[in-house]
């Protein structure tokens, strides 16, 4: 049995990292400490008030991104529940931010993003949601963290995007935890934002970050 999770756990890492990954990765498996991956890509977006956003505005600060779009009627709502609970568990933390990117930027203007952020109760301070170039925001989404999003006029709401999350720490890098399968612990590299047990585990890490 042990064989099988052992089995299990070095192909998720070739599968998710490839094989060059495994001796680093492997290293880093400590159930206690979180894996650091790539520093975010440079981007440069513009807010539901009108402002210009970028790494900069993160600087020092601890957050969250997902990708999204304000008609999606998928799975979008449940997404952005979540995303309230984490606000809520952290809100008045000067350190803490939310970048919600939206991958129907023609639709979702800063005025439209704006109302939607007022409708959902999204009230956080630094809580940006996030329009500008689509070319710019899909490419940040695809090359940059690797998070599929893109047109489809075969499916509802004529795009499709992922449901993760990704924690970005004080020094712009992605990072993530294990989980435990079996006898053995496998690294993720995002968290499932429709998943409320990843939520509780999203929030715990945030906590050892901004304690870091």
């Known amino acids: 049995m042990q064989k099988k999770y052992a089995f299990i756990g070095i192909a998720f890492i070739i599968l ?4 060059w990954a495994i001796p680093k990765i492997v290293a880093k498996l400590n159930p206690k ?25 993160f600087k020092n600060k601890v957050y969250v991104i997902e ?11 449940k997404m952005n529940k979540n995303m309230l ?29 704006l109302d939607y952020a007022k409708e959902k109760g999204a009230t956080l301070k630094n809580w940006h949601f996030l329009t500008g170039d689509k070319d710019a925001i899909y490419n940040l989404a695809n ?16 795009f499709e995007h992922s449901g ?6 004080k020094d712009g890098f992605i990072r ?4 435990k399968i079996g006898d053995f612990e496998n690294p993720i590299k995002f968290y499932d934002g429709l998943d409320i047990a990843q939520i509780e585990f999203l929030k715990n890490d945030i906590k050892k970050l901004l304690s870091e």
């Open 67 to 77: 990708f999204f779009y304000t008609r999606c009627p998928t799975i979008c709502p």
């Open 33 to 57: 400490a979180l894996i650091k991956f790539e520093k975010v890509p440079e981007f440069h977006f513009t807010n539901q008030y009108g402002k210009t956003v970028t790494n900069e505005t």
């Open 16 to 19: 998710v990292f490839g094989t």
């Open 143 to 158: 090359q940059g963290f690797k998070l599929y999003a893109g047109v489809n006029d075969q499916v509802e709401g004529g």
């Open 164 to 169: 993760l999350f990704a924690l970005i720490d």
């Open 85 to 113: 609970l984490i606000q809520n568990e952290f809100y008045g933390n000067p350190n803490f931010g939310i970048a919600s990117f939206s991958i129907n930027p023609t639709f979702d203007t800063p005025q439209v993003l």
């Open 176 to 179: 993530s935890r294990t989980l």
